[in-house]
C-alpha cells in the first residue's frame, strides 16, 4: 500500500512537468510547420528569422551555415524554382527536436542552387530535423533526394537498364 501511494505521489508531482514538455513540443512543432507552410511554400522569405535564433547553425556536410546563409541558400532555391511549393508530410517531436519529412515541387526556370534554367517540373522529398532554444530554431540537419532531383532536370543521366 505504501508503494503504491508513493508512485500516485510522484505520479501527481510529475504530471505538470510532463504536461509543458508535451506542450512545449506542440509549439516547436507548429513553429516549424509554420516556417514550411508560410515561409518556404508561400514564398514569404521576409519572414524567415522570426521562426530562427540569431545565433542559428545549419549543420552541413562540409560546412555549418549561419542564418545569414541559409536565408541566402533560401532565395536561391526560390530563384531556380519560382513557382516552388513544399508539403509537409508528416512531423515527429521528441525533447527539443523536430523532425519534419517533407516533399518540394517546382519548375526550373532560371539558374540557382547548381542547376541550370531547364525548364522542368521537379519533385523532390527530404527531410530537415530542427532544435529549438527558447521557442525558436537553433540547430538544422537536412537531406533531400538531390540525384532524384538533377535527374528529373535532365542535368544527370538515368540509370543505365
Known sequence: MRKASLWMCVLVLALPAIAK??????????????????VLDQGHLDKYAESHAADFVGHGRSHDATLAEDMAAAKGWRQAFPDARVKVNQM??????????????????????GFPGTGKKITASGMTLFRFKNGKISEEWGVMDLLSALRQAGVFPPPRS
Open 92 to 113: 515527429v517531436a521528441e525533447g527539443d527536436l523536430v523532425a519534419v519529412y517533407w516533399t518540394g515541387t517546382g519548375t526550373n526556370t532560371q539558374e540557382g542552387m
Open 21 to 38: 514538455a508535451a506542450n512545449e513540443q506542440e509549439k516547436n512543432k507548429a513553429v516549424a510547420r509554420s516556417f514550411f507552410e508560410e
